[in-house]
C-alpha cells in the first residue's frame, strides 16, 4: 500500500481506505460526505491506528496539537493487543503531547449526533486551543 501511494499507482485517499480496511464507516461514502458537510477533513495518516477527521480551521494550518480529532472505530472488536477499537471518540490534542477524550460511543449515530450538535463548541475550543501556542 505505501509503495503503491508512494509511486502514483494508487490516491491518498485510497490508501487511507486500504489501511484501515476493518473501519466500517471509513469505508462509506456516507461518512466523508457527514464530514465535509461539517467543514471538516480526513486527517487520517497512514501510520495512525484508526482514521480520523478534523475541524477545518480556515487558517492553512493542519497541525496535531490544540487540534480536535473525530477518530472513527477500526474493528468491530476492542482488543488493544492487536490495535483494534470498537469505539468512536473525540480527542483535544494537547501542545504538550498529552490527549484529552471529549467523548466516546460505540454508537456511529451518537457519535454524529454528539458532532453536530456540539460542532459551535467544538470550533469555539479549538479556536481558544490553538490561541495558547
Known amino acids: 500500500m505505501f509503495k503503491e501511494y508512494a509511486t502514483g499507482k494508487i ?11 476493518h473501519a466500517k464507516e471509513y469505508q462509506k461514502k456516507i461518512t466523508f460526505d457527514i464530514f465535509d458537510s461539517l467543514d471538516m477533513f480526513d486527517s487520517s495518516y497512514l501510520n495512525d491506528v ?19 480529532r473525530f477518530w472513527i472505530a477500526n474493528s468491530k472488536y476492542d482488543n488493544s493487543d ?20 471529549l467523548f466516546e460511543t460505540t454508537d456511529i449515530n451518537i457519535f454524529y449526533s454528539v458532532i453536530k450538535s456540539n460542532l459551535k463548541t467544538f470550533k469555539t475550543i479549538q479556536r481558544e486551543a490553538r490561541k495558547c501556542m
Open 11 to 21: 490516491t491518498y485517499r485510497e490508501a487511507c481506505q486500504k489501511r484501515f480496511k
Open 82 to 101: 492487536e490495535e483494534q477499537y470498537n469505539t468512536h471518540m473525540i480527542y483535544l490534542s494537547g501542545y504538550s503531547g498529552e490527549n484529552v477524550l
Open 50 to 68: 484508526c482514521p480520523s477527521f478534523m475541524l477545518n480551521c480556515n487558517d492553512g494550518q493542519v497541525k496535531q496539537e490544540n487540534d480536535i
